[in-house]
Protein backbone atom coordinates (compact mmCIF):
# COMPACT_ATOMS: atom_id res chain seq x y z
CA UNK A 1 0.00 0.00 0.00
CA UNK A 2 1.39 3.25 -1.21
CA UNK A 3 1.90 6.48 1.74
CA UNK A 4 -1.50 8.25 0.33
CA UNK A 5 -4.37 6.35 0.19
CA UNK A 6 -6.33 6.63 -3.10
CA UNK A 7 -9.44 4.36 -2.85
CA UNK A 8 -11.85 3.19 -0.11
CA UNK A 9 -11.31 -0.21 1.86
CA UNK A 10 -8.59 -0.19 4.92
CA UNK A 11 -7.66 3.21 5.20
CA UNK A 12 -8.90 6.85 3.98
CA UNK A 13 -8.76 7.68 0.88
CA UNK A 14 -9.92 10.92 -1.20
CA UNK A 15 -12.69 12.81 -0.54
CA UNK A 16 -14.74 14.80 -2.60
CA UNK A 17 -13.43 18.42 -1.37
CA UNK A 18 -15.29 22.03 -1.96
CA UNK A 19 -15.27 23.25 -5.52
CA UNK A 20 -15.59 19.44 -7.37
CA UNK A 21 -11.49 18.95 -6.57
CA UNK A 22 -10.36 15.81 -4.82
CA UNK A 23 -8.34 16.15 -1.67
CA UNK A 24 -5.43 13.18 -0.37
CA UNK A 25 -6.67 12.12 3.22
CA UNK A 26 -3.69 10.17 5.11
CA UNK A 27 -3.48 8.07 8.16
CA UNK A 28 -1.20 9.04 10.54
CA UNK A 29 1.60 6.59 9.35
CA UNK A 30 1.15 7.06 5.74
CA UNK A 31 1.21 10.91 7.21
CA UNK A 32 4.60 10.20 8.43
CA UNK A 33 5.88 8.27 5.07
CA UNK A 34 5.21 11.14 2.83
CA UNK A 35 6.59 13.77 5.40
CA UNK A 36 9.61 11.91 6.33
CA UNK A 37 8.34 12.51 9.84
CA UNK A 38 8.15 9.81 12.24
CA UNK A 39 5.02 8.62 14.06
CA UNK A 40 6.22 9.84 17.65
CA UNK A 41 7.58 12.98 15.86
CA UNK A 42 3.63 13.86 14.52
CA UNK A 43 2.12 13.53 17.68
CA UNK A 44 4.65 15.24 19.31
CA UNK A 45 4.38 18.51 16.85
CA UNK A 46 0.61 17.62 18.04
CA UNK A 47 1.04 18.53 22.01
CA UNK A 48 2.80 21.27 21.70
CA UNK A 49 0.03 23.20 18.98
CA UNK A 50 2.41 23.16 15.80
CA UNK A 51 0.00 21.00 14.12
CA UNK A 52 -4.11 21.55 13.24
CA UNK A 53 -5.94 19.21 15.21
CA UNK A 54 -6.51 15.98 13.01
CA UNK A 55 -10.18 15.30 11.56
CA UNK A 56 -12.14 12.19 13.92
CA UNK A 57 -13.91 9.52 12.13
CA UNK A 58 -14.52 6.54 14.43
CA UNK A 59 -11.33 5.51 15.97
CA UNK A 60 -8.73 7.05 13.16
CA UNK A 61 -7.45 10.71 12.82
CA UNK A 62 -7.75 11.97 9.12
CA UNK A 63 -4.81 14.33 7.94
CA UNK A 64 -4.83 16.51 4.85
CA UNK A 65 -2.23 18.10 2.18
CA UNK A 66 -2.35 20.90 5.14
CA UNK A 67 -0.82 19.04 7.70
CA UNK A 68 1.66 17.53 5.11
CA UNK A 69 2.54 21.14 3.92
CA UNK A 70 2.59 22.28 7.85
CA UNK A 71 5.17 19.33 8.66
CA UNK A 72 7.23 20.16 5.70
CA UNK A 73 7.68 23.58 6.16
CA UNK A 74 8.27 22.83 10.22
CA UNK A 75 11.26 20.89 8.84
CA UNK A 76 12.94 23.41 6.32
CA UNK A 77 12.77 25.95 9.15
CA UNK A 78 14.40 22.76 11.59
CA UNK A 79 17.15 22.64 8.87
CA UNK A 80 18.01 26.48 8.67
CA UNK A 81 18.56 26.64 12.64
CA UNK A 82 15.12 27.46 14.11
CA UNK A 83 14.08 26.05 17.27
CA UNK A 84 10.42 24.35 17.64
CA UNK A 85 9.11 27.68 19.96
CA UNK A 86 10.22 30.22 17.20
CA UNK A 87 8.66 28.20 14.41
CA UNK A 88 5.90 27.86 16.78
CA UNK A 89 5.71 31.48 17.04
CA UNK A 90 5.93 32.09 13.13
CA UNK A 91 3.43 29.47 12.09
CA UNK A 92 0.65 31.03 14.66
CA UNK A 93 1.52 34.59 12.87
CA UNK A 94 0.99 32.95 9.62
CA UNK A 95 -2.57 31.05 10.74
CA UNK A 96 -3.89 34.59 12.23
CA UNK A 97 -3.68 35.85 8.84
CA UNK A 98 -0.14 37.73 9.08
CA UNK A 99 1.50 35.56 6.10
CA UNK A 100 5.32 34.47 6.15
CA UNK A 101 6.46 35.64 2.71
CA UNK A 102 8.66 37.92 4.07
CA UNK A 103 9.45 35.76 6.68
CA UNK A 104 10.58 33.03 4.72
CA UNK A 105 12.15 35.62 2.09
CA UNK A 106 14.35 36.77 4.98
CA UNK A 107 15.02 33.45 6.12
CA UNK A 108 16.37 32.37 2.46
CA UNK A 109 18.36 35.81 1.61
CA UNK A 110 20.60 34.69 4.80
CA UNK A 111 20.82 31.29 3.96
CA UNK A 112 21.39 31.59 0.48
CA UNK A 113 24.96 32.28 -0.64
CA UNK A 114 27.06 34.73 0.49
CA UNK A 115 29.76 34.42 -2.53
CA UNK A 116 29.43 33.80 -6.39
CA UNK A 117 32.22 31.21 -5.93
CA UNK A 118 30.19 27.35 -7.14
CA UNK A 119 31.05 24.29 -5.86
CA UNK A 120 33.01 22.08 -7.91
CA UNK A 121 34.30 18.24 -7.67
CA UNK A 122 37.79 16.74 -7.46
CA UNK A 123 38.79 13.00 -7.76
CA UNK A 124 41.71 11.41 -5.34
CA UNK A 125 43.70 11.04 -7.82
CA UNK A 126 43.63 14.38 -9.35
CA UNK A 127 44.07 15.91 -5.73
CA UNK A 128 46.83 14.20 -5.42
CA UNK A 129 48.21 15.14 -8.52
CA UNK A 130 47.43 18.71 -7.81
CA UNK A 131 49.72 18.12 -4.61
CA UNK A 132 52.95 17.29 -6.34
CA UNK A 133 51.75 13.51 -6.79
CA UNK A 134 51.71 12.63 -2.98
CA UNK A 135 49.70 10.77 -1.16
CA UNK A 136 48.89 11.86 2.23
CA UNK A 137 45.48 10.61 3.74
CA UNK A 138 46.31 12.74 6.95
CA UNK A 139 46.23 15.50 5.27
CA UNK A 140 43.19 14.98 3.36
CA UNK A 141 41.53 13.73 6.56
CA UNK A 142 41.97 17.21 7.57
CA UNK A 143 40.88 18.90 4.91
CA UNK A 144 37.37 17.17 5.14
CA UNK A 145 37.32 17.97 9.17
CA UNK A 146 38.03 21.69 8.30
CA UNK A 147 35.56 21.80 4.89
CA UNK A 148 37.64 22.71 2.76
CA UNK A 149 36.69 19.32 1.29
CA UNK A 150 33.73 17.21 1.42
CA UNK A 151 33.16 13.42 0.84
CA UNK A 152 30.65 12.25 -1.67
CA UNK A 153 28.26 9.74 -0.39
CA UNK A 154 28.67 6.48 -1.88
CA UNK A 155 32.10 7.55 -3.65
CA UNK A 156 35.60 6.94 -1.66
CA UNK A 157 37.37 8.70 -4.51
CA UNK A 158 35.50 11.65 -5.30
CA UNK A 159 35.28 14.65 -3.00
CA UNK A 160 32.95 17.68 -3.02
CA UNK A 161 34.71 21.22 -3.38
CA UNK A 162 32.51 23.77 -1.55
CA UNK A 163 35.30 26.39 -2.43
CA UNK A 164 37.57 25.90 -5.42
CA UNK A 165 39.06 29.19 -4.96
CA UNK A 166 40.37 28.28 -1.00
CA UNK A 167 41.65 24.85 -2.93
CA UNK A 168 43.60 26.83 -4.98
CA UNK A 169 45.58 28.83 -2.71
CA UNK A 170 46.51 25.69 -0.85
CA UNK A 171 47.93 23.92 -4.04
CA UNK A 172 49.74 27.30 -4.60
CA UNK A 173 51.34 27.90 -1.13
CA UNK A 174 52.16 23.80 -1.47
CA UNK A 175 54.17 24.51 -4.84
CA UNK A 176 55.91 27.44 -3.12
CA UNK A 177 57.10 24.79 -0.62
CA UNK A 178 54.60 25.62 2.33
CA UNK A 179 54.12 21.99 4.12
CA UNK A 180 50.27 20.89 4.17
CA UNK A 181 49.81 20.89 8.08
CA UNK A 182 51.63 24.74 8.21
CA UNK A 183 48.92 25.45 5.54
CA UNK A 184 46.00 24.06 7.46
CA UNK A 185 47.61 25.31 11.32
CA UNK A 186 47.54 28.57 8.98
CA UNK A 187 43.85 28.12 8.03
CA UNK A 188 42.87 27.40 11.15
CA UNK A 189 44.20 30.49 12.84
CA UNK A 190 42.88 32.72 9.83
CA UNK A 191 39.17 31.15 10.20
CA UNK A 192 39.42 32.31 13.98
CA UNK A 193 39.92 35.66 13.32
CA UNK A 194 37.68 36.11 10.20
CA UNK A 195 34.59 34.57 12.83
CA UNK A 196 35.16 37.25 15.01
CA UNK A 197 35.18 39.66 12.48
CA UNK A 198 31.85 38.51 11.19
CA UNK A 199 30.55 38.52 14.27
CA UNK A 200 31.14 41.83 14.78
CA UNK A 201 30.08 43.12 11.63
CA UNK A 202 26.28 41.11 12.46
CA UNK A 203 26.80 42.80 16.05
CA UNK A 204 26.76 46.07 14.14
CA UNK A 205 24.43 45.72 11.08
CA UNK A 206 21.64 44.60 13.58
CA UNK A 207 22.14 47.12 16.37
CA UNK A 208 22.25 50.08 14.00
CA UNK A 209 20.24 48.74 10.91
CA UNK A 210 17.83 45.67 11.50
CA UNK A 211 17.24 46.38 15.07
CA UNK A 212 14.50 48.26 13.73
CA UNK A 213 12.66 45.50 11.52
CA UNK A 214 13.06 42.81 14.02
CA UNK A 215 11.69 44.21 16.73
CA UNK A 216 9.00 42.13 16.45
CA UNK A 217 8.97 38.18 17.17
CA UNK A 218 8.05 37.26 15.05
CA UNK A 219 8.55 40.41 12.61
CA UNK A 220 5.65 41.94 10.80
CA UNK A 221 5.21 40.67 6.95
CA UNK A 222 6.49 44.16 5.18
CA UNK A 223 9.30 44.49 8.50
CA UNK A 224 10.58 40.98 7.10
CA UNK A 225 10.85 41.75 3.74
CA UNK A 226 12.53 45.25 4.03
CA UNK A 227 14.88 43.40 5.95
CA UNK A 228 15.35 40.61 3.18
CA UNK A 229 16.33 43.52 0.85
CA UNK A 230 19.05 45.36 3.19
CA UNK A 231 20.57 42.13 3.98
CA UNK A 232 21.08 42.43 -0.37
CA UNK A 233 21.98 45.62 -0.13
CA UNK A 234 24.62 45.08 2.58
CA UNK A 235 25.88 41.08 2.12
CA UNK A 236 28.98 41.90 -0.02
CA UNK A 237 30.41 45.11 1.97
CA UNK A 238 31.93 42.72 4.71
CA UNK A 239 33.41 41.65 1.96
CA UNK A 240 34.65 44.52 0.29
CA UNK A 241 35.43 46.22 3.80
CA UNK A 242 37.95 43.10 4.63
CA UNK A 243 39.69 42.95 1.35
CA UNK A 244 40.19 46.77 1.44
CA UNK A 245 41.19 46.65 4.59
CA UNK A 246 43.49 43.08 4.12
CA UNK A 247 45.00 44.83 0.86
CA UNK A 248 45.82 48.31 3.11
CA UNK A 249 47.77 46.07 5.74
CA UNK A 250 49.24 43.89 3.12
CA UNK A 251 50.94 46.75 1.68
CA UNK A 252 52.20 48.14 5.27
CA UNK A 253 53.51 45.35 6.52
CA UNK A 254 55.12 43.60 3.53
CA UNK A 255 56.91 47.04 2.91
CA UNK A 256 58.30 46.46 6.38
CA UNK A 257 58.93 42.67 6.01
CA UNK A 258 60.83 43.57 2.67
CA UNK A 259 62.99 46.47 3.92
CA UNK A 260 63.71 44.44 7.14
CA UNK A 261 64.66 41.01 5.36
CA UNK A 262 66.98 43.81 3.19
CA UNK A 263 68.88 45.21 6.02
CA UNK A 264 67.55 48.40 4.73
CA UNK A 265 66.33 49.21 8.34
CA UNK A 266 65.03 48.22 11.61
CA UNK A 267 61.82 46.22 11.38
CA UNK A 268 59.16 48.91 11.57
CA UNK A 269 57.23 46.12 13.42
CA UNK A 270 59.44 45.61 16.10
CA UNK A 271 59.56 49.40 16.61
CA UNK A 272 56.43 50.54 16.19
CA UNK A 273 54.08 50.85 19.57
CA UNK A 274 51.76 47.83 18.55
CA UNK A 275 52.49 44.69 16.76
CA UNK A 276 49.56 42.11 15.49
CA UNK A 277 49.18 39.15 17.47
CA UNK A 278 46.80 35.74 16.73
CA UNK A 279 45.28 34.28 19.64
CA UNK A 280 43.40 31.15 19.34
CA UNK A 281 39.49 31.87 18.72
CA UNK A 282 38.52 30.32 22.06
CA UNK A 283 41.09 32.81 24.35
CA UNK A 284 39.23 35.57 22.10
CA UNK A 285 35.66 34.18 22.84
CA UNK A 286 36.29 33.90 26.21
CA UNK A 287 37.48 37.79 26.72
CA UNK A 288 34.81 39.35 24.83
CA UNK A 289 32.61 37.24 27.11
CA UNK A 290 34.06 38.19 30.35
CA UNK A 291 34.59 42.17 29.11
CA UNK A 292 32.36 42.50 26.04
CA UNK A 293 33.68 42.93 21.94
CA UNK A 294 34.71 46.74 22.49
CA UNK A 295 37.49 45.54 25.36
CA UNK A 296 38.88 42.92 23.92
CA UNK A 297 42.02 44.35 22.95
CA UNK A 298 42.46 46.60 26.37
CA UNK A 299 42.22 43.51 28.60
CA UNK A 300 44.58 41.69 26.36
CA UNK A 301 46.93 44.06 26.24
CA UNK A 302 46.30 44.85 30.03
CA UNK A 303 46.66 41.23 31.01
CA UNK A 304 50.03 41.19 29.15
CA UNK A 305 51.75 44.24 31.04
CA UNK A 306 50.29 42.82 34.06
CA UNK A 307 52.15 39.90 33.53
CA UNK A 308 55.23 41.19 32.36
CA UNK A 309 55.28 43.35 35.43
CA UNK A 310 55.44 40.60 38.07
CA UNK A 311 57.56 38.57 36.03
CA UNK A 312 60.24 41.94 36.39
CA UNK A 313 59.31 42.21 39.74
CA UNK A 314 60.02 38.12 40.47
CA UNK A 315 63.73 38.49 38.42
CA UNK A 316 64.59 41.60 40.53
CA UNK A 317 63.17 40.06 43.83
CA UNK A 318 65.57 36.92 42.76
CA UNK A 319 68.56 38.98 41.85
CA UNK A 320 68.44 40.54 44.83
CA UNK A 321 67.99 37.26 46.88
CA UNK A 322 70.93 36.02 45.21
CA UNK A 323 73.13 39.28 45.75
CA UNK A 324 72.41 38.38 49.75
CA UNK A 325 73.73 34.63 49.54
CA UNK A 326 76.57 36.17 47.95
CA UNK A 327 77.67 38.29 50.43
CA UNK A 328 76.72 36.04 53.10
CA UNK A 329 78.84 33.61 51.93
CA UNK A 330 82.18 36.28 51.48
Known sequence: MSGRETGAGSGPGPAAAAGGRSATEYRIEDLAHASGATVRTIRAYQDRGLLPTPERRGRANVYGEAHLARLLRIADLLERGYTLASIKELLEAWDAGRGLGGVLGLVAEVHGPWTDEEADRITRAELDARFGGSQDDEAIAEAVELGVLERVPG??????????QELAVAVELHAAGVPLFAISGHLKELRGQVEHIASRFLEFTTEHVFARYLGHRPPTDSDAAEAASMVRRLRPLAQQTVDAELARAMRTFATRHLHHHLGSQE???????????????????????????????????????????????DALASSHAMTNKVDEKG
Open 267 to 313: SAIEGSETRPVLLPARTTRAVQDLVGADQVAAFIAAAAEREVQARTL
Open 155 to 164: KADEFLVPSP
